[in-house]
């Protein structure tokens, strides 16, 4: 018996031991929640960083959650209160509310030298940076070349069309029945506001827009004024689609490249994440004659080459994450210019990484051509307004020039007024 049980209780306790070793090596869980359940193009991009870290960190196991934005965030504000949050989750610059309830944790260990120095600004609270700023972009006025051919108008590619013949544009659109620009604000803070901000950005200039927005220029100034009567000019004379209010993000998009059809189509230049998913998953017909304009010159502007550059989806760590090690180096694994150039090539789109935009190949490398081509020769503003104005002015902001005022539901008075009491 006793010859019998000792090998038995060698073979049990190396079987142990093994079990053990297995549980050690995959013991290291960290947890992501993200946006991007619906955007094929940059889910595949995370899930890919993730195996490659993976790979280099066989004792790190990244368990991904995946959600639309709206179902995330409310999900994030009731795990963040009861202490429950995961490790990694994806959040944008201007929800200040994380870094003033001290949800984040601090990424000065970073290694920010393959991070653009704006990008790491526009993440910076009180002098640290708390965010991984991998989405970056611009505001693009997309188009329907057939259509545009249709209505008589030439354009080229990165032409920036004057403010009357944009209008005649928007004019001849209306007169064939179709809707010049697909735009809507059913589920989003920012878009009905592109055409605003984009204006007052060419009207002011970098110097003066800012001021505008931080509280220092005042709204009644004339400048201000007149870009507001002729954006109401434009939009009076039917610019927008009536489903507006209620028209979401996702149903813009195909609101422009597939039913019922428009000649235009206003939006970040992330339009390529859902618009480049397959016609099935919601993305535009494969043939789509699809053509990228500047937005239209202003009147009397300082600065029609100005344009926004913003921040966008990135990815921020929990203050009371376990695993600080492992999120700073899963951070780190992706502040490259390998991975800043990857980003470029199958999402197309800009990033806050460091990248060399003339090294993209592949299938889509004209569509990223022709996005650069528009942004030549271009001024930049760093961030959106809402990721500037804090408080009751970026409230007020939203309400006015994001809804009511590209709405046709309030006055250029009454829009001053309220901004103006804002500040």
Same mark, same amino acid.
């Given at each position: 018996m006793r010859r019998l049980f000792t090998p038995l209780v060698a073979l049990a306790t190396a079987v142990v031991m093994l079990f053990a070793s297995g549980q050690a090596m995959a013991q290291t869980e960290v947890t992501l929640w993200t946006h991007w359940a619906a955007e094929k193009i940059k889910r595949d991009f995370v899930e890919d960083a993730i195996r490659r870290f993976e790979e280099k960190n066989p004792g790190v196991k990244i368990k991904a959650s995946w959600y639309e934005k709206t179902a995330l965030y409310a999900a994030l504000k009731t795990a963040l209160r009861a202490g429950q949050a995961p490790d990694i989750f994806y959040a944008e610059p201007d929800q200040v509310e994380y870094m003033d309830n001290g949800f984040l944790l601090d990424l000065s260990d970073l290694n920010w030298q393959n991070i653009e120095p704006w990008a790491k600004d526009a993440w910076s609270y009180k002098g640290k940076p708390y965010g991984f700023p991998l989405e970056a972009s611009t505001v693009e006025l997309y188009y329907n070349r057939k259509m545009v051919d249709e209505l008589g108008v030439k354009i080229q590619d990165s032409e920036q069309l004057s403010p009357d013949a944009f209008l005649d544009l928007v004019k001849k659109a209306k007169a064939k029945g179709w809707t010049?620009?697909?735009? %809507?604000? %059913?589920?989003?803070?920012?878009?009905?506001?592109?055409?605003?901000?984009?204006?007052?950005? /060419? *009207?002011?200039?970098?110097?003066?827009?800012?001021?505008?927005?931080?509280?220092?220029?005042?709204?009644?100034?004339?400048?201000?004024?007149?870009?507001?009567?002729?954006?109401?000019?434009?939009?009076?004379?039917?610019?927008?689609?009536?489903?507006?209010?209620?028209?979401?993000? %996702?149903?813009?998009?195909?609101?422009?490249?597939?039913?019922?059809?428009?000649?235009?189509?206003?939006?970040?230049?992330?339009?390529?994440?859902?618009?480049?998913?397959?016609?099935? *998953?919601?993305?535009?017909?494969?043939?789509?004659?699809?053509?990228?304009?500047?937005?239209?010159?202003?009147?009397?502007?300082?600065?029609?080459?100005?344009?926004?550059?913003?921040?966008?989806?990135?990815?921020?760590?929990?203050?009371?994450?376990?695993?600080?090690?492992?999120?700073?180096?899963?951070?780190?694994?992706?502040?490259?210019? /390998?991975?800043?150039n990857r980003w470029l090539e199958s999402v197309l789109v800009q990033t806050g990484i460091k990248s060399d935009p003339s090294k993209i190949t592949g299938p889509n490398a004209e569509y990223f051509k022709m996005l650069a081509a528009t942004n030549k020769g271009a001024k930049y503003y760093f961030g959106a307004p809402i990721q500037v104005m804090q408080g009751k002015a970026r409230e007020v902001f939203t309400q006015v020039i994001n809804n009511a005022f590209p709405a046709g539901t309030i006055s250029v008075e009454d829009a001053v007024k309220q901004l103006a009491a804002s500040n």
């Amino acid at each position: 018996m006793r010859r019998l049980f000792t090998p038995l209780v060698a073979l049990a306790t190396a079987v142990v031991m093994l079990f053990a070793s297995g549980q050690a090596m995959a013991q290291t869980e960290v947890t992501l929640w993200t946006h991007w359940a619906a955007e094929k193009i940059k889910r595949d991009f995370v899930e890919d960083a993730i195996r490659r870290f993976e790979e280099k960190n066989p004792g790190v196991k990244i368990k991904a959650s995946w959600y639309e934005k709206t179902a995330l965030y409310a999900a994030l504000k009731t795990a963040l209160r009861a202490g429950q949050a995961p490790d990694i989750f994806y959040a944008e610059p201007d929800q200040v509310e994380y870094m003033d309830n001290g949800f984040l944790l601090d990424l000065s260990d970073l290694n920010w030298q393959n991070i653009e120095p704006w990008a790491k600004d526009a993440w910076s609270y009180k002098g640290k940076p708390y965010g991984f700023p991998l989405e970056a972009s611009t505001v693009e006025l997309y188009y329907n070349r057939k259509m545009v051919d249709e209505l008589g108008v030439k354009i080229q590619d990165s032409e920036q069309l004057s403010p009357d013949a944009f209008l005649d544009l928007v004019k001849k659109a209306k007169a064939k029945g179709w809707t010049p620009i697909a735009l %809507g604000v %059913g589920d989003r803070p920012c878009p009905g506001a592109y055409l605003t901000h984009e204006a007052l950005l /060419e *009207k002011l200039g970098t110097e003066d827009y800012d001021k505008l927005l931080r509280g220092k220029l005042a709204w009644s100034d004339p400048r201000v004024v007149d870009t507001l009567k002729w954006l109401r000019t434009v939009i009076d004379a039917g610019l927008l689609p009536t489903s507006f209010t209620s028209l979401k993000l %996702g149903e813009a998009h195909t609101y422009f490249h597939t039913n019922p059809g428009a000649v235009m189509f206003l939006n970040g230049s992330w339009y390529t994440s859902r618009a480049f998913n397959p016609p099935d *998953k919601g993305g535009q017909p494969k043939d789509f004659p699809l053509g990228i304009m500047r937005f239209p010159a202003v009147p009397g502007a300082a600065c029609n080459a100005c344009r926004t550059l913003g921040v966008q989806g990135s990815y921020v760590a929990n203050a009371d994450t376990k695993h600080k090690k492992e999120v700073i180096a899963f951070f780190n694994s992706m502040a490259n210019q /390998e991975t800043g150039n990857r980003w470029l090539e199958s999402v197309l789109v800009q990033t806050g990484i460091k990248s060399d935009p003339s090294k993209i190949t592949g299938p889509n490398a004209e569509y990223f051509k022709m996005l650069a081509a528009t942004n030549k020769g271009a001024k930049y503003y760093f961030g959106a307004p809402i990721q500037v104005m804090q408080g009751k002015a970026r409230e007020v902001f939203t309400q006015v020039i994001n809804n009511a005022f590209p709405a046709g539901t309030i006055s250029v008075e009454d829009a001053v007024k309220q901004l103006a009491a804002s500040n």
